[in-house]
């Protein structure tokens, strides 16, 4: 718990008094916002706005991390660190994207294709390291658990679902194919988590805010996973049957708080107006932070709810252009993605903001809810 509140305050301290000091770094070095002429117009006096900043809470997040577990070098366990590396992997994808854009003065960087090569190897290289490091020892009710960080196993809010069965691409695929079916799952999930994040980052706050909410939720989901961990001896034995097998939760809730610290001290840089973006380097990071979070606490499927906006928001441009092909012209939407369309509806940008971050609260709250609900209906 030290830990926890340690990583979360030094993470939430490095971004809120230096961010200022990347903010003027970054304008030397000439990382400056791009801003596409056929955007809002409203948005064009933001074109020079310092960009890159995720590279400040992704050290802030890691910095935080490491100074939270000084007193104890032996808690930092292979899922906190599985967390921060796809986290910083996807972030260098994303950094790579960024500084082609600041140095071509362009909207584009990467190519599409290049982007999700990219964010493909480094997920690839998560998947297959999850599966290893298995972990043993004797816990609840005096049973031998042993588990990896993550199985490959589809799960909701644990390996099981809500009935007790167990729906596993080993088992289904047999051994040697169900593990590639896993890493391509994986894909999918990281994939559709750093988009998802990154098609979201199109005003001013919006997307950090909401990542508050979505990765903010894993301390609670962590800490509430460690009280009831099948690796805890002294769990009480009425509890026993509905213990999560999950490797190292309190490092999982440790690894979000300083995540979720980081990015309430960069908010308030990042808020309207803006002093800094966080760019593609902070939004493919932060979905990568997400993804991990869930892969390694079992509730992949339950993100859908917790990371609710992240999928909205890329949904109304897949939409969009569906309609647009399907009609030959016409749109749902005055522009995707949909925080855009009420733009030009005429809200004040700041409204649209708080209103989305209302929805990902509630999102996140009833992803949260759905899961301490599974563990009632156990119980009961």
């Not at 791009?34 to 706005?49: A, C, E, L, M, N």
């Not at 950090?208 to 979505?214: E, H, L, M, N, P």
């Not at 380097?281 to 606490?297: E, I, Y």
Request: charged share 10%; glycine share 12%; hydrophobic share 50%.
């Amino acid at each position: 718990m030290q830990s926890l509140l340690t990583g979360a305050g030094v993470s939430l301290l490095f971004t809120l008094f230096l961010t200022p000091l990347f903010i003027r770094l970054f304008h030397r070095l000439g990382w400056g916002q791009f801003i596409r002429d056929d955007g809002p117009v409203s948005h064009h006096s933001k074109r020079g706005t310092a960009t890159m900043g995720g590279v400040v809470f992704i050290l802030a997040a890691v910095v935080g991390y490491f100074v939270g577990h000084l007193n104890d070098l032996r808690a930092i366990t292979i899922s906190g660190l599985l967390v921060l590396l796809l986290m910083v992997g996807l972030g260098i994808v994303g950094f790579v994207d960024d500084y082609l854009k600041t140095r071509n003065q362009r909207s584009l960087g990467l190519g599409g294709w290049a982007k999700i090569a990219g964010q493909l190897i480094v997920a690839t290289g998560f998947a297959l390291l999850v599966l290893q490091f298995p972990k043993t020892a004797v816990g609840a009710g005096g049973k031998q658990y042993t588990t990896t960080p993550a199985t490959t196993n589809i799960s909701i809010v644990r390996d099981q679902w809500f009935d007790g069965s167990v729906l596993s691409f080993t088992a289904i695929f047999g051994a040697t194919i169900g593990v590639i079916v896993f890493v391509v799952w994986i894909w999918l999930i990281v994939a559709s988590t750093s988009n998802g994040v990154n098609v979201t980052d199109g005003l001013d706050g919006l997307a950090t805010g909401a990542s508050i909410f979505a990765i903010g939720s894993y301390v609670i989901i962590g800490f509430w996973q460690f009280n009831q961990s099948c690796f805890e001896p002294s769990l009480d034995a009425a509890n026993v049957a509905l213990c999560y097998d999950v490797r190292d939760p309190l490092d999982l809730a440790t690894v979000a708080a300083c995540v979720t610290g980081a990015l309430i001290g960069f908010l308030w840089w990042n808020t309207s107006p803006a002093q800094i973006f966080m760019g593609d380097t902070g939004s493919l990071a932060l979905g990568g932070a997400l993804a991990a979070l869930a892969v390694l606490s079992r509730t992949e499927l339950l993100v859908v709810l917790i990371g609710g906006l992240f999928v909205i928001e890329p949904g109304s441009v897949i939409l969009q252009r569906a309609y647009f092909k399907a009609t030959k012209g016409k749109r749902i939407f005055l522009m995707s993605p949909v925080h855009h369309h009420f733009e030009l509806k005429g809200w004040a940008e700041i409204t649209v903001v708080v209103r989305f971050w209302i929805i990902a609260g509630l999102l996140v709250a009833l992803g949260v809810g759905l899961f301490y609900l599974e563990w009632l209906t156990r119980r009961g």
